[in-house]
């Protein structure tokens, strides 16, 4: 069983969703999220696995966007976690706070390059590492806000063209600030602490107290000491939350709480105990359905955070057949990857396109150029000499395939190489759609039988497969009774219907079968008339 979403726990899910297809074991996948949460059950060949289905990843934004040009609350959090860093942690190149001289959007006319390379030059700013000029102020709170909130944006002023869609930032003056300050800020309001969203001033305060914690922290470890962001730690989070707000006042938007502004930072969403005990109570009895041998009877349940128009909080689903697109539970997984075989080298094939995008552990790369090319080995040492070389050295062109082999997961994945030469910018690959030009599957036959399948051999094709005899074929018929379609017979009518509707039960209720009696294939002009009766049905099956 598997818990609370979280997206650092992505990859373990493929990896416990990947060897229990192996295994041929249901899986109960479950998770929460503040007051909503789900319960569903995996089992192999019959219905949708974790991977079926694309998930969300963690959303990442331009570097210019957050130094230049922010626009939304989360661009200032990320420049305040970068800002942490650039000032007590770790520098990194690409967590630069300063403005981006390289946006495109940014072209100067010639008295404003005069103007910015004069500042440059001759400047209070000198152009060293943002550490280096902060150590060398002792960390003086009133210069630090001075060159981040004032001189940076006045900095950014001078990049005309940035502003002639977008409202211009505002700078600000510590002194003047200070000066201006009612007395009604420094009075503490009514609520949470938490949950109080302060003033400018306020915010400044919280800056400067922040700031000198964090400076006997830093000091106290030493000299080349760092200081590792934690949202769990007081001063670092008031650090952000502070210079955060900061600039967010700058670009005109509405300042957040520390709790709203904690929440974004560290990517989390508030456990709520209840929704945990809800979705335990489900896990528990979809497990006593697979462990009495009932999985026909497993749901997929949603908790909702309000009723929907039935008054149920608890909306019960039928499970989802395994989607014929997804490259993990089908009996021959296979994917086509656009790259540029000239700029792509097998290191990065390996560390970013298999393990980090599909997922795999321990990957056996071959070449099906008919001599059995070995690529990439799991073995320690075999194939190191390839990691530098790019795929055109060994013959990979547009309309390669090689086979991926992983043993750790009893994985076997197809790839299809599309080559292209233009690419997005700072795309270095694309997982498209299906593979180009592929053959409609064969007829069952033997061979078919023994062909390569992820986990045991004897479950090449699932237990939903369509391929069935043709008397079994047109003894169902599918009918649409609400919307007055066209009643067809066809078993591949049938098949896109059924796949293109969510079929709902009436769990709730304990009448999940009673509403779709079994009729003879004769009762079934009558059908429309006996699905009026219900609204809850959409879709009726009849032998």
Same mark, same amino acid.
Not at 219 to 242: H, I, R, S
Not at 511 to 524: G, H, T, V
């Given at each position: 069983?598997?818990?609370?979403?979280?997206?650092?726990?992505?990859?373990?899910?493929?990896?416990?969703?990947?060897?229990?297809?192996?295994?041929?074991?249901?899986?109960?996948?479950?998770?929460?999220?503040?007051?909503?949460?789900?319960?569903?059950?995996?089992?192999?060949?019959?219905?949708?696995?974790?991977e079926?289905?694309?998930?969300?990843?963690?959303?990442?934004?331009?570097?210019?966007?957050?130094?230049?040009?922010?626009?939304?609350?989360?661009?200032?959090?990320?420049?305040?976690?970068?800002?942490?860093?650039?000032?007590?942690?770790?520098?990194?190149?690409?967590?630069?706070?300063?403005?981006?001289?390289?946006?495109?959007?940014?072209?100067?006319?010639?008295?404003?390059?005069?103007?910015?390379?004069?500042?440059?030059?001759?400047?209070?700013?000198?152009?060293?590492?943002?550490?280096?000029?902060?150590?060398?102020?002792?960390?003086?709170?009133?210069?630090?806000?001075?060159?981040?909130?004032?001189?940076?944006?006045?900095? !950014?002023?001078?990049?005309?063209? %940035?502003? =002639? #869609?977008?409202?211009? &930032?505002?700078? +600000? *003056?510590?002194?003047?600030?200070?000066?201006?300050?009612?007395?009604?800020?420094?009075?503490p309001?009514?609520?949470?602490?938490?949950?109080?969203?302060?003033?400018?001033?306020?915010?400044?305060?919280?800056?400067?107290?922040?700031?000198?914690?964090?400076?006997?922290?830093?000091?106290?470890?030493?000299?080349?000491?760092?200081?590792?962001?934690?949202?769990?730690?007081?001063?670092?989070?008031?650090?952000?939350?502070?210079?955060?707000?900061?600039?967010?006042?700058?670009?005109?938007?509405?300042?957040?709480?520390?709790?709203?502004?904690?929440?974004?930072?560290?990517?989390?969403?508030?456990?709520?105990?209840?929704?945990?005990?809800?979705?335990a109570?489900?896990?528990?009895?979809?497990?006593?359905?697979i462990?009495?041998?009932?999985?026909?009877?497993?749901?997929?349940?949603? !908790?909702?955070?309000?009723?929907? %128009?039935? =008054? #149920?909080?608890?909306? &019960?689903?039928v +499970? *989802?057949?395994?989607?014929?697109?997804?490259?993990?539970?089908?009996?021959?997984?296979?994917?086509?990857?656009?790259?540029?075989?000239?700029?792509?080298?097998?290191?990065?094939?390996?560390d970013?396109?298999?393990k980090?995008?599909?997922g795999?552990?321990?990957?056996?790369?071959?070449?099906?150029?008919?001599?059995?090319?070995?690529?990439i080995?799991?073995?320690?040492?075999?194939?190191?000499?390839?990691?530098?070389?790019?795929?055109?050295?060994?013959?990979?062109?547009?309309?390669?395939?090689?086979?991926?082999?992983?043993?750790?997961?009893?994985?076997?994945?197809?790839?299809?190489?599309?080559?292209?030469?233009?690419?997005?910018?700072?795309?270095?690959?694309?997982?498209?759609?299906?593979?180009?030009?592929?053959?409609?599957?064969?007829?069952?036959?033997?061979?078919?039988?023994?062909?390569?399948?992820?986990?045991?051999?004897?479950?090449?094709?699932?237990?939903?497969?369509s391929?069935?005899?043709?008397?079994?074929?047109?003894?169902?018929?599918l009918?649409?009774?609400?919307?007055?379609?066209?009643?067809?017979?066809?078993?591949?009518?049938?098949?896109?219907?059924?796949?293109?509707?969510?079929?709902?039960?009436?769990?709730?209720?304990g009448?999940?079968?009673?509403?779709?009696?079994?009729?003879?294939?004769?009762?079934?002009?009558?059908?429309?008339?006996?699905?009026?009766?219900?609204?809850?049905?959409?879709?009726?099956?009849?032998?």
């Open positions: 069983m598997m818990g609370k979403q979280h997206p650092v726990s992505l990859a373990a899910r493929n990896h416990v969703n990947r060897m229990c297809l192996a295994a041929d074991i249901p899986l109960i996948e479950s998770g929460t999220a503040g007051y909503l949460g789900q319960v569903t059950v995996i089992k192999k060949g019959m219905t949708e696995c974790y079926c289905q694309p998930k969300p990843t963690q959303k990442t934004f331009p570097g210019c966007t957050i130094r230049n040009t922010p626009s939304e609350p989360i661009h200032c959090i990320v420049w305040a976690k970068y800002l942490f860093n650039q000032l007590f942690g770790e520098e990194d190149a690409d967590q630069e706070v300063s403005p981006d001289t390289a946006d495109p959007e940014a072209e100067w006319n010639s008295e404003t390059v005069a103007r910015a390379t004069a500042t440059e030059k001759d400047g209070d700013v000198k152009r060293v590492s943002t550490k280096e000029w902060a150590r060398s102020t002792g960390y003086d709170h009133v210069k630090l806000f001075n060159k981040l909130f004032k001189d940076d944006i006045m900095y !950014l002023l001078t990049m005309d063209k %940035l502003w =002639k #869609k977008r409202k211009a &930032p505002i700078p +600000l *003056d510590w002194q003047h600030l200070q000066d201006s300050a009612c007395p009604q800020e420094d009075s309001a009514s609520g949470l602490k938490d949950q109080q969203v302060l003033g400018v001033w306020g915010y400044c305060q919280l800056f400067q107290h922040s700031v000198e914690t964090l400076r006997s922290q830093l000091y106290n470890k030493g000299d080349a000491a760092e200081l590792v962001w934690d949202k769990d730690d007081p001063p670092a989070m008031d650090f952000v939350t502070a210079a955060a707000n900061l600039r967010m006042h700058i670009f005109s938007m509405n300042m957040k709480s520390r709790f709203d502004v904690k929440s974004m930072a560290g990517n989390i969403i508030p456990a709520i105990a209840t929704t945990n005990a809800v979705i109570g489900l896990i528990v009895l979809e497990s006593l359905k462990l009495s041998g009932q999985l026909e009877s497993c749901r997929t349940i949603f !908790l909702n955070k309000h009723p929907n %128009l039935r =008054k #149920k909080l608890l909306v &019960p689903c +499970l *989802d057949p395994p989607s014929a697109n997804c490259y993990v539970c089908v009996s021959k997984p296979e994917v086509t990857v656009k790259l540029n075989v000239h700029t792509t080298v097998i290191l990065f094939l390996q970013r396109i298999l980090e995008r599909f795999m552990v321990a990957p056996d790369v071959q070449i099906e150029d008919g001599k059995g090319t070995i690529l080995s799991s073995e320690e040492g075999e194939t190191e000499a390839n990691n530098n070389r790019f795929l055109s050295d060994f013959g990979i062109c547009n309309g390669s395939r090689l086979q991926v082999d992983d043993f750790l997961q009893d994985y076997t994945l197809l790839i299809n190489i599309l080559h292209s030469e233009e690419l997005g910018r700072d795309v270095e690959f694309e997982v498209v759609g299906d593979a180009p030009d592929k053959a409609p599957p064969p007829q069952t036959n033997q061979e078919e039988v023994n062909s390569i399948t992820n986990g045991n051999k004897d479950s090449a094709r699932p237990s939903t497969s391929m069935a005899a043709p008397s079994e074929a047109d003894d169902v018929m009918v649409e009774s609400d919307e007055g379609e066209t009643l067809s017979s066809s078993p591949t009518a049938a098949a896109t219907a059924a796949s293109s509707k969510r079929k709902h039960s009436d769990a709730e209720t009448e999940a079968f009673n509403k779709r009696p079994r009729m003879d294939q004769s009762s079934a002009a009558a059908a429309p008339t006996a699905a009026d009766d219900d609204e809850d049905d959409d879709i009726m099956v009849l032998d």
